[in-house]
């Protein structure tokens, strides 16, 4: 089967210092697959370097075998990647219904297209929010917006940085539960997130990155099994 997304021996430095090493990973049509690791070990730098965001890597970036590496964010988007950034960044001085309209497009002529009557079933916490400007929402509602925002764009693929970092545990499985149905709606993913329980069931592929390397890669079942590889390369 041909890969959505292909990433082959991707080297990213920020001015002198090398970050990652030389990464390789892969995602499928439907696929969620996870980059797992400790902080700092070049998770954020890798989903930047995918984004655009980031102009001092080298290495193969595939989507649907055309190259996208050397394009600017901008293009990226248009080709089909919707990110959920660490830390929302949201615009706070509009609405949420602005948020999510400043972002919809169907690029793709997706048939059944992400727009706000289906953001707001995903999150019907937004819809009673949708007059409320951005910084007036709490940490769980800014975070339901940034995914919102980014299915808005109806991305073929939706990378997701640490979308339940710091948030309550009912608004996490909130986002949990979202993420299970845009999956079993054939969304593709990328998800980067520290809580692996509810990773093991929603994804796929996991990739453990260690100093900007990926030191393994296997299905849930094969990271299920092997404790002592959650233990070494996770374990706190
Ligand atoms: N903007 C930056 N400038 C310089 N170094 C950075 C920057 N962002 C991240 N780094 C460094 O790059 C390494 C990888 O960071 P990052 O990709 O954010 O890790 P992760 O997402 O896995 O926690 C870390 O050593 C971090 O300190
Ligand atoms: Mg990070």
Redesign the pocket.
């Known amino acids: 089967m041909k890969n959505l997304l292909e990433v082959s021996d991707l080297k990213a430095r ?2 002198r ?1 090398q ?1 990652l090493h030389g990464i390789d990973f892969s995602v499928a049509p439907g696929e969620v697959v996870t980059l797992l ?1 400790r ?7 890798t989903l930047k370097c995918v984004m655009g965001m980031l102009s001092t890597h080298v290495g193969e970036i595939r989507l649907e075998g055309r190259q996208i590496s050397g394009l600017p964010s901008y293009e990226v988007a248009r080709q089909g990647l919707g990110l959920v950034p660490e830390g929302r960044q949201i615009f706070p001085m509009l609405t949420v219904e602005e948020n999510l309209l400043a972002t919809a497009a169907n690029r793709h002529q997706s048939a059944q297209p992400y727009d706000l009557d289906r953001v707001y079933e995903f999150f019907p916490r937004l819809k009673e929010r949708r007059g409320n400007m951005g910084n007036q929402l709490s940490g769980g509602e800014q975070q339901m917006l940034a995914i919102g925002r980014a299915l808005m764009t109806n991305p073929r693929l939706l990378i997701l940085d640490e979308a339940t970092e710091g948030l309550a545990p009912l608004v996490r499985a909130d986002i949990w539960r979202v993420l299970g149905e845009l999956s079993r709606g054939g969304m593709s993913m990328i998800v980067v997130d520290k809580n692996l329980g509810p990773l093991l069931d929603l994804a796929q592929r996991h990739f453990i ?1 260690e100093k900007g390397r990926v030191v393994w890669s296997g299905d849930s079942a094969a990271l299920r099994r092997d404790g002592e590889v959650v233990e070494h390369y996770l374990g706190v």
């Open positions: 920020y001015d210092s970050v690791g902080n700092g070990m070049g998770k954020s730098t990155i």
